[in-house]
């Protein structure tokens, strides 16, 4: 029974009991042996060691171990591990600390690039140097580089001077690759030895007194590997706030920078060389440009170079995709513009101008030339306040129209408006001196994003920003005129068809209906608009729609319809007004057009409804097609046209339905006024219409509604004149006045109109005040369909000569017979048809009565 289980009588407890005891005595007894067996063991090993110390020569080793003995380990195994470990304590190890690595690699860089100034080899000159100053970066004590370095690029100067001299003098050309090194080097060597100056003009003028000087920077100590741990240096509270005050910013390299009026310009074209980079950090270089911005004294120039790559910088943010820029950041960029142009207006003799020299030289600052009133720094401020604006635009994309983030944001539109007012004003004053040539197209782009900020605002919000901007109120229309004509004068092309694009759906937009259909015509952009670009293009889809419905509530039916008829009669108004992607099927879209498409979308306070605009299409359709669909219908002869293809078939459709509940949308409530209309009925489509809920987004919504009344009941006539005009011999008009309960003079009116127009055989007799129908004008039933049937053949007939005469071309004789056999034959027949016999096989004759066959004979022998 184990030991380890115990059972429950007492037979078994008695048991386990004693068996303890055996184990127990046996265990003690174990280690009594094993404590002898270990004492023998190291007294024999010190005995054994002593004989060693004594004796000079080694021991043979002795037969192989046996059995278990082959896992224990021998006297003289165990010796000679004591002696090793006992050497190892004794030698302290040098150790190299990670400066200590870094000054070798630095050396055999530099003995590297040595090398390949002795055999000429530019090209591992070039990559060795690039290598050479990663390296001394994490070296470098404050602005002090090793001597080494400085002795190792101050030689390579003076040897790359010495090549060029060479270069100019000896015919013989480098290699391609030697050539390329050599450039490299040459370009950045001159740059990056600007940074150590000073210690470069020491070492030329004593190179041996620079090498031996104490100031160099201090090798690190070797430390004893028995040590390093031991040691834990004791630093006093003094020095620990001597290092504090010691500490400066470094970057992510570990190089100090030192932010001094004196750097800033080198601060700032080391950060215009990384932009683009990959690996660069934008948020930053942000930080560091804030930083420099901040840095006392710093002079005007200074200053608009700092805040210009400062906001260039925050716009990198925005760059990609379909990323947009962060708001904080917009909003910091719109600080820092606000900033430049307050800058630009005090300090007078500084101009930002596009055609300004770049200033080179980071060690001192430019100053005014002689002869000259200004000092020019080269920038646009035109490109930043755009680029500004483009950003809000895509920001507001982004958003949910439906939240308030996006009344929010749309707020910052406010102080934008501002800006550009500002930048107008200062590109006005630039313009006044001939001598900076300020170009034309940078006054006429700003004044473009002004127009664009409030061409499709009504005059009451323009009116609270022109007061938020320059503390005086105008009239919004004049205003619009003013910059729209200015641009028309003294620009062309986009903005020239821009600017009058904005003026006329602002004019359209308020009510404004015969001036801006005449500036529409006038300006013939239906013509050319097709050679704009997009923008431009649902610039015009938009105005195109807003002049149709001015022209709606104006009460100008035709009008409307026929201007909405391009837009809407397409089914793609989405599209087409920037105000949504239209999802197609079997279209292949590369993604590249769809980030493209998603680009151009309007923010959503730009967008004109689409239910609104396709309910008043639908109705002026409706007030349109009904009559005209009554008029072709008691009148077979008279040609049918159709005004709507899009109302039509929408019709087409609702009449096939078996059952029409009530109307749901605004669709449906066309369609069953439609259907009322036609029969008659014009309260009951007046109430249809009314009942249309979009009508209260436009404006003077009861005003809207009367004149809607009062077209369905002058339609409401016509249809019923056409419909029944065959069963009246005479109608008086004051009959017609109480049905449509119209004035009588109205009456009169709509119908001498349809008289003119020849729409109705009738004549007015005013005597009577009736309206007196010709009989015997209609067609009989008969008459109406051999007129439909001639004019089908026709029709049929002229399809198939244009099929004949595209399948036929340069074949006029393909039906003229090569073979005398089958020509005799057919021949023989023809002549026995059409006149006499002349001969057994007579040919056939261009021109003859063999063939005849109308207009199909007439195209084959053309």
Known sequence: MSRFFRGGDDSSTDSSSEEEEVYSSEEEEKVKAEDESSSEEESDEEEESEE?????SDEEEGPKKKGANRFLQSDDESEEEEEEEQSEDEATTKVKSAKDKRFDELESTISQIQNGQKINDWSLIASEFDKLNRQVVKLQDGS???KSYIKAIADLEDFMNETLAKQKVTPKKMNATNARGLNAVKQRIRKNNKDYQTQIDAYRKDADAFMESDDEIPAPKTVSKALRFAEAPVVSAEQQEEDDKGFSTVDSRGKVVQYTPESILK???????????????????????????????????????????????????????????????????????????????KEKDHVVVEGAEEWDDDDKLPTIPEGEKYLKVPGSVVSLIERLDDELTRSLQAIDPHTSEYIDRLTDEGSLYNTIFRGLLYYEHLRKDASLEVPQESLNRIIQRRLDHVYYKPAQVVKILEENAWKQSGDAGKLINILSNYLFENSEGIIRARAMLCQIYFLALHDEYYKSRDLMLTSHLQETIANFDIATQILYNRTLVQVGLCAFRKGLVYDAQNTLQEICGSGRQKELLAQGVMIQRYSQVTPEQERLEKQRQLPFHMHINLELLECVYLTCSMLLEIPLLAQTGSSPDVKKRIISKTYRRMLEYHERQIFTGPPENTRDHVMQASKALAAGEWKKATDFIHSIKIWDLMPNTEDIKTMLAKQIQEEGLRTYLFTYAPFYDTLAIATLSSMFEL?????????????????????LDQVTETVIFRKGVELSRLQSLALTLSDKASSLIETNERTLEQKTQGSANAFSRK?????????????????????????????????????LGNAVRG
Not at 747 to 754: E, T
Not at 824 to 839: E, F, V
Not at 843 to 855: C, D, H, M, S
């Open 267 to 345: 601060h700032l074209r080391t950060i215009i060389e990384s932009r683009g980079k990959k690996n660069t950090d934008r948020l930053e270089q942000i930080k560091v440009m804030e930083t420099l911005n901040k840095v006392v004294p710093i002079t005007p120039y200074q200053k608009i170079r700092v805040l210009q790559t400062l906001i260039s910088a925050r716009f990198d943010l925005g760059a990609g995709g379909a990323a947009q820029m962060p708001l904080d950041q917009w909003k910091a960029a719109e600080r820092d513009l606000a900033s430049l142009l307050e800058i630009l207006e």
């Open 52 to 56: 060693e110390e004594e004796s000079d």
């Open 144 to 146: 002090k580089a090793p």
């Open 743 to 763: 004035d009588s003079r109205k009456v009169s009116a709509v119908v001498s109109k349809m008289i003119s127009h020849e729409e109705l055989a009738a004549a």
């Open 819 to 855: 073979d005398n056999r089958g020509g005799g034959q057919r021949g023989g027949r023809g002549g026995a048809r059409g006149g006499a016999r002349t001969g057994g096989n007579p040919q056939r004759q261009a021109g003859g009565t063999q063939f005849t066959g109308g207009a």
